[in-house]
């Protein structure tokens, strides 16, 4: 959104079109009847839009079939958010954003007014080279607009979890914290307790793995195992398979490692 805004600051009148809505679009098809690099992403981004069309015209009970004859060809699923900056989003995928607004203030004279933002001597420039980190990166999985209003990370909260309940103890924050619950047996000697194993288990679990994905954490979830108890917080989490849903619960105390005498 970004950088729409700065494309199109000061954008002529010829340049973005008369009649088009989608400035950025008219923008990008005319650059790319000159520039190489450009009038890939044209192509690229009229085959995304062609696709995405079928898939809205296509019968919903047709959609698995075709999906189950042919893997190679899977047709993007993108947000209302991709599509709306769909021109800049290709461009900054295939990693030839930087190229493109490069030319383009190479060109300013072709498409903007002299008080524009990519007119400018050194503004143009500094977006340009600004740009250049962004498509160094391998986007294969883009944050959607709603991500920093999430719960934190199970790990952050299993870390939370160890250094609430262990008083006077200094763990590192970047280890991972182990549930060191203990029976002790009345000759002296020590043995894992079983649920202490299936504890540590369970904690192995919140973090993402190869065989689970972890869908959702939530802390400080009560649940009330009997009516004449009272109940007991934990931590719940959603955890997702290959074949099905997994919903997990274990009490703060077990989280903690000090479960002590405790049911």
């Not at 729409?4 to 923008?27: Q, S």
């Not at 599509?83 to 004279?109: F, G, M, P």
């Not at 944050?143 to 920093?148: L, M, N, S």
């Not at 703060?252 to 405790?262: A, E, F, H, P």
Request: aromatic share 6%; proline share 6%; charged share 25%.
């Amino acid at each position: 959104g970004v950088v729409e805004a700065c494309l199109l600051h000061m954008l002529k009148r010829r340049a973005a079109g008369f009649l088009r809505t989608d400035k950025v679009a008219a923008l990008f098809t005319k650059v790319g009847k000159t520039c190489p690099i450009a009038g890939d992403v044209c192509k690229k981004v009229q085959e995304l839009q062609q696709q995405v069309e079928s898939r809205k015209n296509q019968p919903s009970g047709q959609e698995p079939l075709k999906r189950q004859g042919s893997t190679t060809s899977k047709t993007p699923v993108l947000t209302p958010q991709a599509i709306k900056h769909i021109w800049v989003r290709t461009a900054l995928i295939e990693k030839v954003l930087d190229k493109i607004v490069q030319y383009i203030v190479d060109n300013c004279s072709k498409y903007y007014e002299k008080e524009a933002l990519l007119a400018d001597p050194v503004c143009g420039p500094i977006l340009a080279s600004l740009l250049v980190g962004p498509c160094a990166l391998e986007y294969t999985k883009l944050k959607t607009a709603d991500h920093y209003w999430t719960d934190p990370s199970a790990d952050e909260l299993v870390q939370r979890h160890r250094i609430q309940g262990v008083h006077g103890r200094q763990d590192s924050p970047s280890k991972r914290p182990a549930l060191g619950i203990r029976k002790r047996h009345s000759s002296g000697s020590t043995s894992e307790d079983p649920f202490a194993a299936s504890a540590r288990e369970y904690v192995e679990s919140l973090h993402q793995n190869s065989r689970t994905h972890l869908l959702y954490g939530k802390n400080n979830v009560l649940v009330q195992p009997k009516d004449d108890l009272e109940a007991i917080p934990g931590y719940l989490s959603l955890h997702q398979s290959a074949d099905n849903l997994t919903l997990k619960w274990t009490p703060n105390q077990l989280m903690n490692g000090t479960l002590g005498d405790s049911e």
